[in-house]
């Protein structure tokens, strides 16, 4: 047995280190690396845990070792994903989920009791969380796209593993503070690095990402404003508990100076939106005696930096290089810096308000009479302000002007559509989701499959990816059970925090709650669940929440290792999946820059590397195909457009370019044409082909019309 034991201890860490390694070699980065480390620790550890060798004291060290770096884990991540254009690119979930895989082998191969978390209370969001991986991967088999539902489901497959990963931890107070701290750390970085390069454009090189809005680093401004939101939301508690230090209390009162500009820039109305309801959820559920001292540190003074970023009106334009741009650039930002220093000294002039509040203490008989009057005397104030200022007729204009307006007025000063109420084209992008799920309501179109809807049934000239709302969105492409799953485990991770929020720690508690229906607020009407910088804690925390505490785990057994190895075998066999999309989208990659270089050789053997990955693309197939025709190889061009329809037969670009090609070689392009042109027919590409391939009749005409046809324009030279 001994020998069978030293066996498997190099066996697995063997398994390990190759994925790691073949990971690291694709894409180079630092978080690969790590991975790789990871898994030379996990050879380290695990042989000693194997063969008998360490102390009972040693190996409960590296489980704290562990524990204390997932303590830190969603706040590193955030920052990772925010310099990684949100983690919205399908390589870079699926690196993170292959790391995640990876952090849960060693979680349950070398943890003292792995399981030590786990309970009923988990179940209640893993199970739906799983039932949803599962479902979005099973949707391949009647959405006609495998690829699609593929890179879809390694995404739902991140948010699972995070959640499980932190389930499985007893949490302390401490720990649990720790995290909220770091994670809102990560959050300011992000935000703090946007706004310096509205206010200093030329320090870093981001020409592609200069835009009216702000949007860099994470590339789209909605989810930028949104992780403005969750700092804000995070940073008020850490400023008004009266329980956190000092130094903690005063410190967080800075950075609301600068997230309220940041915000600002973004000029996302519904993470403002949504940001007004987490403060007044954090206000009613955690009710901190340090709120009075916070409110009046940060409040006028991030107001005051928020003001003079709107007046700046130079800086609301892509012209951020101008002389007179950076006049005001360099004046805000030493309002701004200004305003965060004014914030600390007034937070420690205020800190011993919150402990004079904090030793106020109602008789227990009087409290509700108290609070029951201080709400009856805030509605009574609601109420009189709304009638005096005509608030029933204001909602209902400003309600039908939202209904009415589909596109935003078109002004030159992009800071009116702050009060534009208008839905920005969100009705009709709604409307061909809830579409989509009456035409299949029990299995829905497929996942991934929106955008090829939206192509097909949109009413109006307009292109997007996302239904803009995460509900409507998995309504249309998986149907009930997909939203039925979804919804259940969302329920049950804020009921989770919810529950905790009337007990120990409240504060810290009311705030998750908080910034997570700031998120579940925004993911109705945006598509942040593809963006894992503003996503990705919400999973790990909601693990956090259904988790046991320390106080709750009862002492056990440790796990038997066929148990284990049985739940290893589990996450190995789920991560190949991610790792399999991410070495071959990392190839497709390289294909498409190749050949809008005009370099067809190597786009085409970077295509075949990346089918060798992932057979089931698509898209490799096409630049194969167009190579092919642009070499002379006629017959193999159409074969390989061909293959590429298969695999995606709903996309009318492989249609539109199996038109081209079969018209090259002089066959009948417009069977293809045509359904390209049914498949989308507002794209200039798709009207453009119908009507050259439409005139001609003979195999001249065709190959005459092919000449002048332009290639889908991500892949023009």
Known sequence: MGGFRRALAVVVPAVLLTAGAVVGFVR?????????????????????????????????????????????????????????????????????????????????LLGHRPFQGMGWAAALAGVPLTFFAGWTLASATWSGSAERALVEFDRALLYLLAFLLFASVSWTSRRLRWMVR?????????????????????????????????????????????????????????????????????????????????????????????????????????????????????????????????????????????????????????????????????RLLFLPLDNFLARLRLPHRARRPVMATVVAGLAVAVVSLGLAFDA????????????????????????????????????????????????????????????????????????????????????????????????????????????????????????????????????????????????????AVGGVALARARNECRPGERAPIVVRLSVVAVLLVVATLPLLVGVSQDRLDESVEELTEGDCPDAVAEARSSLAALSVRARPHEIIGFCAVREGRLGEGIGALQRAVERDPRNWEYRYGLAIVRASAGLDPRPAARTALRLNRFHVLTRDAWRRFDRGRDPRSWRAAASGARLPEDLRP
């Open 392 to 539: 029933p007729g204001l909602v209902g204009r400003q309600y039908e002007r939202f209904v009415l307006g589909t596109q935003l007025k078109a002004t030159q000063d992009p800071r009116q559509r702050l009060s534009d109420p208008g839905n920005n084209n969100r009705l009709p992008t709604w409307r061909v989701a809830v579409d989509a799920y009456e035409a299949a309501p029990n299995r829905g179109t497929g996942a991934g499959t929106y955008e090829l809807v939206w192509a097909r049934d949109r009413p109006l000239h307009f292109s997007v990816i996302d239904a803009h709302s995460l509900y409507l969105e998995v309504l249309g492409e998986l149907g009930r059970p997909g939203l039925i799953a979804l919804v259940v485990a969302l329920v049950a991770i804020l009921g989770a925090l919810g529950v905790r929020s009337r007990g120990h720690d409240r504060a810290v508690w009311a705030a998750l709650l908080a910034a997570g229906l700031v998120w579940a607020t925004r993911a109705g009407i945006d598509w942040d669940w593809e963006m894992p910088v503003v996503t990705l804690w919400f999973f």
């Open 182 to 346: 770091i994670l809102a750390l990560g959050m300011v970085v992000v935000c703090v690095a946007a706004l310096i390069t509205r206010l200093f454009p030329t320090l870093w090189d981001i020409s592609p990402g200069i835009s009216a809005r702000l949007n860099w680093p994470v590339t789209y401004f909605n989810a930028l404003g949104l992780l403005a939101a969750l700092a804000i939301v995070l940073c008020l508690h850490l400023t008004s508990d009266e329980t956190e230090p000092a130094a903690v209390r005063a410190l967080a009162a800075a950075p609301a100076a600068f997230l309220g500009p940041c915000l600002l820039f973004t000029l996302s109305r519904g993470a403002i939106g949504a940001l007004a309801v987490g403060l007044v959820a954090y206000v009613v559920f955690a009710r901190p005696r340090g709120i009075v001292g916070g409110a009046i540190a940060t409040v006028p003074l991030a107001a005051f930096a928020t003001s003079a970023a709107y007046d700046a009106e130079l800086l609301f334009s892509a012209e951020l290089t101008s002389l007179g741009a950076a006049i005001q650039g360099e004046g805000l930002a030493v309002t701004v810096t200004a305003c965060a220093v004014g914030a600390v000294a007034l």
């Open 28 to 108: 180079g980065e630092w978080l690969l690396g790590a991975l790789v480390l990871v898994a030379a620790g996990l050879a380290t550890a695990l042989t000693v845990r194997l063969t008998g060798e360490g102390s009972d004291a040693e190996r409960r060290a590296a489980e704290r070792a562990g524990v204390l770096a997932l303590v830190a884990l969603p706040g590193v991540l955030t920052v990772y994903l925010g310099f990684r254009a949100g983690g919205f690119e399908a390589t870079t979930v699926a690196v993170l989920a292959v790391a995640l895989a990876a952090a849960c082998v060693a979680r349950v």
